[in-house]
């Protein structure tokens, strides 16, 4: 029975699953947190990774292993392989302005055509604008460039800082997949290839990034273990899901986000949508929202409720919350791109104003958002026939009894389950029997 290890580093902790090869059943599993914030010392994800990887019974019994994690966040090395500073995650909204001047300087259209992307502050190469602009000094000490989940690959294969890494610096051992290249802005998705022009205008200079390989390409660890390529999340989720095409993949975590699998490239001049690779050689276009459980969250603590009693309050109101509609922009918006947008409550009447209404009109008016990422998706010709609801949120019953009528789809929802780990776990699996055949 050989087992294999697959990791999800998110932004709020690191996740570990053991799955046996054959079946893809879990035989054990860790877990450790990440610290809050929207810039982070990369050490702290190393650190939770190998206590995860402890907890779930360690690495000499595996055979095979990779990571998913976070997409965009920037981790700059220098040339002895130190982090520069401390990682840009994505929700890290500092770049906004630095996107704003690579559309000025590109244009939305061309930009999209090159990346698959129009620059928000999430991606990866609005963050090396923004170092170039705001922190020259540290720019000019980078000398590579990676994302979460390629740094702690290369990480737990042995390289990392030469003062403390047994197989030293080695930037050009650094490997990442398709997915995770697809949303740093410098990378084609049409060509496989970086786009080193966009990268230099970025950053101010070109730098080592990670060698792409290929959907269930591998490579091995320190000690002789195959590697899998690793994943950004969201591929990693759609991989441990077994999503395809026609498949729309709407997760409800602390953001929103909708994809589905296209066989073909995606380009949207209007950056709603994000024209991402998957894990397997197709394509995730995925539209994200910045507005999603925590709604659900804010409204049922000002109801005084429990989840459990704010979804029997949803469920007591008629469709359309009797003319209550929230706008649910608390923190701003992603899709639409509106980082300053506040959230509102409108047809307040005395027979509209109830608890349930209220209740209701948070799970309406956050299913909207995602809602209009699908029909972003139908208008670029993407076929869509069912939905699997993921994410803390699809756990609530009034979620899951609204959302078909409100995203237009038939709705399914998995057995709650830590889909990134298990995608990337999977991974691993394949990577395992394509070096066998080889």
Excluded at 348 to 374: D, I, K, W
Aim: proline fraction near 6%; charged fraction near 20%.
């Amino acid at each position: 029975m050989p087992l294999a290890l697959g990791v999800d580093s998110s932004t709020q902790s690191c996740k570990v699953v053991v799955v046996d090869a054959d079946t893809g059943s879990v035989v054990r599993s860790g877990r450790a947190a990440h610290p809050d914030g929207t810039s982070v010392d990369p050490e702290a994800w190393w650190l939770a990774m190998q206590a995860a990887i402890v907890e779930a019974g360690g690495l000499d019994d595996v055979a095979a292993w990779s990571i998913g994690g976070q997409q965009h966040g920037l981790v700059a090395l220098d040339a002895s392989g130190e982090v520069v500073r401390d990682a840009l995650l994505w929700n890290d909204v500092r770049s906004a302005g630095a996107a704003e001047d690579l559309i000025a300087e590109f244009g939305a259209a061309r930009l999209a055509t090159r990346s698959g992307l129009v620059p928000v502050a999430s991606f990866t190469i609005t963050k090396l604008r923004w170092l170039r602009d705001h922190e020259p000094a540290n720019a000019s000490r980078v000398a590579a460039v990676a994302l979460p989940h390629d740094w702690l690959t290369w990480r737990l294969r042995g390289f990392g800082p030469a003062r403390t890494s047994p197989r030293g610096p080695v930037l050009d051992e650094l490997v990442t997949d398709r997915s995770d290249a697809s949303g740093t802005g410098y990378w084609n998705p049409a060509t496989g290839e970086y786009d080193r022009e966009l990268l230099i205008a970025a950053l101010g200079h070109d730098v080592v990034l990670p060698r792409v390989l290929a959907p269930f390409g591998s490579t091995t660890d320190a000690s002789g273990r195959r590697v899998g390529a690793g994943a950004g999340d969201n591929a990693g989720a759609a991989l441990g899901l077994g999503a395809e095409p026609g498949d729309a993949i709407v997760s409800i975590g602390t953001s929103g986000t909708v994809s589905a699998i296209s066989r073909e490239p995606i380009f949207d001049a209007s950056g709603t949508v994000a024209g991402f690779a998957d894990a397997t050689g197709n394509f995730l276009p995925l539209v994200a929202t910045l507005n999603a459980a925590r709604v659900l969250d804010v409204t049922a603590s000002l109801l005084g409720v429990s989840h459990e009693e704010f979804g029997v309050l949803a469920l007591e109101a008629t469709p359309g919350s009797g003319g209550l509609t929230m706008l649910p922009y608390f923190e701003g918006e992603r899709t639409p791109n509106l980082p300053d947008a506040t959230a509102s409550l409108t047809g307040m009447t005395l027979a509209s104003t109830t608890r349930p209404n209220l209740a209701r009109a948070a799970v309406e008016g956050m299913l909207g958002g995602l809602g209009a990422g699908l029909d972003a998706l139908r208008a670029l010709g993407i076929p869509l026939e069912r939905a699997l609801l993921i994410g803390g949120g699809a756990q609530s019953e009034a979620v899951r009894r609204i959302a078909p009528a409100v995203l237009g789809l038939p709705v399914e929802v998995p057995a709650p389950g830590e889909y990134v780990a298990l995608g990337a776990a999977r991974q691993a699996v394949l990577a395992l029997e394509a070096a066998a055949v080889a």
